[in-house]
């Protein structure tokens, strides 16, 4: 259950942010790595700006964390920096390597 409702939270922040910037609404043709900085730089935007000016339109959608133990809500968290994990990027990589061998497996036969 706790999954499902961390799920509906992130996939409600996607629709969000995607309502916010135009350039996330269509299929991109950019370099991988430029998606990724583009989805970054929107999301620290959005952030900057609901930190700096609130977000009037969007108040009743307002995303507050439960705290189930507790049974208290507590404030968004925003994201305030993005780093590098080794860890992570390995296993993009690794995935991302594997699905395109079995793509070019599937092609040559």
Not at 44 to 49: F, G, K, P, R
């Amino acid at each position: 259950m706790r999954h499902a409702k961390a799920r509906n939270i992130v996939e409600r922040c996607f629709g969000r942010i995607k309502n916010k910037w135009a350039i996330l609404r269509s299929p991109s043709f950019f370099p991988i790595k430029t998606q990724c900085r583009i989805i970054m730089a929107c999301a620290l935007l959005h952030n900057l700006i609901l930190q700096e000016m609130g977000d009037e339109e969007d108040e009743e959608d307002e995303v507050m964390i439960e705290d189930e133990d507790e049974g208290e809500h507590l404030k968004p968290e925003f994201i305030t920096s993005v780093s590098v994990s080794n860890e992570w990027t390995n296993f993009r990589d690794i995935m991302a390597q594997g699905m395109y061998n079995n793509y070019r497996a599937i092609r040559n036969h």
